[in-house]
Antibody
């Protein structure tokens, strides 16, 4: 059974660094073709793809945010991390991690973690 | 980036009716198009991938089609549980991009 779960700080102040963790089970990120992505959604709005890391350690970023994003994974291939530097109010959103396998569409999603940026 | 123009923004239909949601890609995405359903407070769920392939477990009343760079999601025999917001996503090229969403209300 594939499951993903995001965790994060809930709330942080502007200009700080947001650190998110995606913990998953039921698959291994070391499997050829496996990709884990980060996607966010401000309340009442559409989805924005942020970044992804694949089984080979290759990383992909949304150019609109690339300078602020860092995606990584742990050595046991059971967690993926996302850091966003210099957050501001516009980064307030629900953040999802999602799995893709041999494709670009996300077949499994986490439940999402809400992040509020506020002073 | 590839732009996905989704329409309509909202629609209302009755039980048993058929509705169609469309997404227009700004360039050729070679059928690399997915449709997701999202209910309030929940994460998106994959319905259709590669423009017309039905994800396992998704009812057959959902179907996808394409014509050039125009992609469509059709829902037949609307059920009350189909009330949700639907998003398209191109998965042809990074950065993957989503449509703006269509909120479906069941009368």
């Amino acid at each position: 059974q594939v499951t993903l779960k995001e965790s994060g700080p809930g709330m942080l102040q502007p200009s700080k660094t947001l650190s998110l963790t995606c913990s998953f089970s039921g698959f291994s990120l070391s499997t050829s073709g496996m990709v884990v992505s980060w996607i966010r959604q401000p309340s009442g709005k559409s989805l924005e793809w942020l970044a992804a890391i694949d089984w080979d350690g290759d990383k992909y970023y949304n150019p609109s945010l690339k300078s602020r994003l860092t995606v990584s994974k742990n050595t046991s291939n059971t967690q993926v991390f996302l850091k966003i530097t210099s957050v501001d109010i516009a980064d307030t959103a629900t953040y999802y991690c999602a799995r893709a396998y041999n494709s670009g569409y996300a077949d499994y999603w986490g439940q999402g973690v809400m992040v509020t940026v506020s002073s | 980036d590839i732009q996905m123009t989704q329409s309509p923004a909202s629609l209302s239909a009755s039980l048993g009716e058929t509705v169609t949601i469309e997404c227009l890609a700004s360039e050729d995405i070679y059928s690399n198009l997915a449709w997701y359903q999202q209910k309030p407070g929940k994460s998106p769920q994959l319905l259709i991938y590669d423009a017309s392939s039905l994800q396992d477990g998704v009812p057959s009343r959902f179907s996808g089609s394409e014509s050039g760079t125009q992609y469509s999601l059709e829902i037949n025999s609307l059920q009350s549980e189909d009330a949700a917001t639907y998003f398209c996503q191109q998965h042809h090229d990074y950065p993957f991009t989503f449509g703006s969403g269509t909120k479906l209300e069941i009368k």
